[in-house]
């Protein structure tokens, strides 16, 4: 009998799942230095942004989910 697969807590806290199963993760390049970075710009950042296919099937494994 093998021993059931544990969820990656560090990614737990970085990525969720969106209705439709995408993956989403914050947006880089928002956490310090914001004085220089325009108001349009820290407004875009805020939104987050989708996992890229190259690293989407890592996340998810680190998460349990299927696929």
Do not use: C, P, W, Y
């Not at 805020?46 to 296919?53: F, I, P």
């Amino acid at each position: 009998m093998s021993s059931k697969q544990k969820t990656h807590k560090g990614a737990k806290k970085r990525f969720r799942v969106t209705g439709s199963g995408k993956l989403r993760r914050k947006a880089q390049n928002r956490e310090h230095i914001r004085e220089k970075k325009s108001s349009a710009r820290l407004r875009r950042l805020a939104r987050g942004a989708e996992v890229s296919a190259a690293d989407d099937s890592h996340v998810r494994k680190q998460l349990g989910l299927k696929g």
